[in-house]
C-alpha cells in the first residue's frame, strides 16, 4: 500500500525558516513526480511547488513553483531515501497553512495526485 | 489562470449531482477532480477528465468541453458529503484549483 507521511511541521515567527519532510513508501519513489499543496484554515487548495522526474536533468528532475513562493522556497528529493523536502524560508502569516505531500501519477509534475499525505501544520505567528 | 466552481450544490438521495468548473478554453487542458471530506486529506477522483482511478465508484464520472468541465455524481449518497475541488494546468506553468464546491446531500 501507498503511504506518504509528512513531518516538520510547527510554530514559527514571520521570518524564520522550517523545512518539510515526505517520506514515501509503496512505490517505486524515482519513477514519480511529488508536489507540496497547502491548504489554509477553512480555505481551498492551493499548489505550492513540484519537483519532476527527468532522466535528462543532471539532478533527476526539474523544480516547480507557484509565484506567491518563488524565490522563498526550494523543493528538493532525496531517491535513496524515498523523501521530498519543502525548505521555507522568509515565512509570512498568509504560509499558515496545512501542507499535503501528493504523489503525481506520472513522472511529470503536471499531472494528477492520486495519492496524498496526512498533512502536517504550518503556524507563522509572532 | 482562474478555474471558477459554484461554492455549493445541494441534492437529495438518489439524485444526480453536478458540479462545474470553468476556466478559459478548458477544454484544452486536462482537468482532474478531488474530494475532501471533512477533516481528510484530498482523494483524486476523476483523473484526466474522465477517467476514474480504481476503488472509485462508478456513481462518479466526468466531462470537459470547451469552457466548462464537470463532475457528475449519479445517485448521489450521503458518503459523497464533500469538498470537491477542480485541478488544471495553467499555460504549463503552474498547477491551478479551483475554489472548491461544498456537496450537501440530504
Known amino acids: 500500500e501507498v503511504y506518504l507521511v509528512e513531518s516538520g511541521g510547527g510554530l514559527v515567527q514571520p521570518g524564520e525558516s522550517l523545512r518539510l519532510s515526505c517520506t514515501a513508501s509503496g512505490f517505486t519513489f524515482r519513477n514519480y513526480a511529488m508536489t507540496w499543496v497547502r491548504q489554509a484554515p477553512g480555505m481551498g487548495l492551493a499548489w505550492v511547488s513540484a519537483f519532476s522526474v527527468s532522466r535528462i536533468s543532471s539532478s533527476g528532475g526539474d523544480p516547480y513553483y507557484a509565484d506567491s513562493v518563488k524565490g522563498r522556497f526550494t523543493i528538493s528529493r532525496d531517491n535513496s531515501k524515498n523523501t521530498v523536502y519543502l525548505q521555507m524560508s522568509s515565512l509570512r502569516a498568509e504560509d499558515a497553512a496545512t501542507y499535503y505531500c501528493?504523489?503525481?501519477?506520472?513522472?511529470?509534475?503536471?499531472?494528477?495526485?492520486?495519492?496524498w499525505g496526512q498533512g502536517t501544520t504550518v503556524t507563522v505567528s509572532s | 489562470y482562474d478555474l471558477t466552481q459554484p461554492p455549493s450544490v445541494s441534492v437529495s438521495p438518489g439524485q444526480t449531482a453536478s458540479i462545474t468548473c470553468t476556466g478559459d478554453?478548458?477544454?484544452?487542458?486536462?482537468v482532474y477532480w478531488y474530494q475532501q471530506k471533512s477533516g481528510q486529506s484530498p482523494v483524486l477522483v476523476i483523473s484526466?477528465?474522465?477517467r476514474r482511478p480504481s476503488g472509485i465508484p462508478e456513481r462518479f464520472s466526468g466531462s470537459n468541453s470547451d469552457n466548462t468541465a464537470t463532475l457528475t455524481i449519479s445517485g448521489a449518497q450521503p458518503i459523497d458529503e464533500a469538498d470537491y475541488y477542480c485541478?488544471?494546468?495553467?499555460?504549463?506553468?503552474?498547477?491551478?484549483f479551483g475554489g472548491g464546491t461544498k456537496l450537501t446531500v440530504l
Open positions: 485541478q488544471a494546468w495553467d499555460r504549463h506553468t503552474e498547477v491551478v
Open positions: 501528493a504523489k503525481s501519477s506520472t513522472s511529470s509534475w503536471n499531472a494528477g495526485f492520486d495519492m
Open positions: 478554453n478548458l477544454g484544452g487542458e486536462y
Open positions: 484526466e477528465d474522465t
